[in-house]
């Protein structure tokens, strides 16, 4: 390996540490609210604090309960977005490609900035 | 020329079946997308041994046939888009002799990752894919340093053979 090599191994770690470190900034608060977008356009926006389960579309379907919101079913086959873990921090998001469907979460506060920053 | 289109068909035969091993492990980093790339192997020894012309059409004809075969057509738009980045990026280290197999591999590695998450923020219109955009990076410098470890050895292993 030559010198330039760890140069730049180093150089996207250490961008990716810092893009890490901005995103942990960005805490859930109580405001924090959970957005659904279908193919780029809003489809809601619900309370986190507020257990209750959401039907997109025919296609998917959302629950939020005890603060943490996941994927509970989708009619898609590769099933990615209902296994991923729940989220439950601010600017966190599940993502159903084949549906085009996502739900992120976002601090009531300083939403909209935020996503573009990051 | 004759001997080209046999040695291009090994390659993409070889770089398929890279493709196939690769869904057989099941590694799974917790971030959809992440994977090892073994099919870079073969595109920067084709790189390194022949050129770019050859690279990047092997590289499509990978990502096509593979798509079809063990994936679906969004993979297709995600691998075209990582590998065609990659590729560039890998091609511009390559030129400058500063960098060896193993910078370049890092180049490809992350470079993948990162074509593929622009695709997904246009497919899905949101910038909240960029959320996987640290553990990608992470990601691409981990496989991409292996993939390049892997590619120096074969190299220096095969220095005396001349391919086209």
């Known amino acids: 390996m030559k010198r330039n090599d760890w140069f730049l191994a180093a150089g996207i770690l250490a961008a ?14 109580e405001q924090a609210v959970v957005s659904i977008s279908v193919d780029g356009d809003l489809y809601g926006t619900y309370s986190l604090g507020e257990d209750r389960t959401v039907e997109i579309n025919e296609t998917n379907r959302l629950e939020i309960s005890g603060g943490a919101v996941r994927m ?5 086959p590769d099933q990615v977005c209902v296994n991923h873990r729940s989220i439950s921090r601010d600017g966190e998001s599940i993502i159903c490609l084949p549906n085009q469907v996502v739900v992120s979460i976002e601090n009531g506060e300083s939403g909209e900035v935020d ?4 | 020329m004759k001997n080209r289109a046999t040695y291009f068909g090994v390659f993409t035969a070889l770089a398929l079946i890279f493709s196939y091993v690769e869904t057989l492990i099941p590694v799974n980093f917790g971030i ?15 790189l390194y041994k022949t050129g770019f012309k050859e690279a990047l059409l092997l590289s499509v004809t990978r990502v096509v046939l593979a798509g079809f075969l063990f994936g679906n057509l969004f993979g297709i738009l995600y691998g075209l888009a990582g ?26 590695g992350v470079s ?29 410098v981990v496989t991409g340093t292996l993939i390049g470890i892997v590619c120096r050895e074969v190299l220096r292993r095969i220095n005396n053979v001349t391919l086209v």
């Open chain 2, 83 to 108: 590998a065609v980045l990659s590729l560039a990026a890998m091609e511009c280290l390559k030129l400058r002799s500063s960098f060896s197999v193993v910078g370049v591999g890092i180049a490809g």
């Open chain 1, 72 to 76: 509970d079913w989708a009619d898609c």
């Open chain 2, 32 to 46: 959809p997308g992440a994977k090892l790339g073994l099919a870079n192997l073969v595109i920067v020894i084709v």
């Open chain 2, 112 to 140: 993948h990752n990162i074509g593929q998450l622009i695709v997904a923020m246009i497919v899905v219109e949101t910038y909240q894919v960029g959320y996987y955009l640290p553990a990608l990076l992470v990601a691409g």
């Open chain 1, 16 to 29: 990716a540490a810092i893009l890490f470190c901005f995103q942990r900034l960005g805490k859930s608060g």
């Open chain 1, 115 to 118: 996503g573009i920053a990051r």
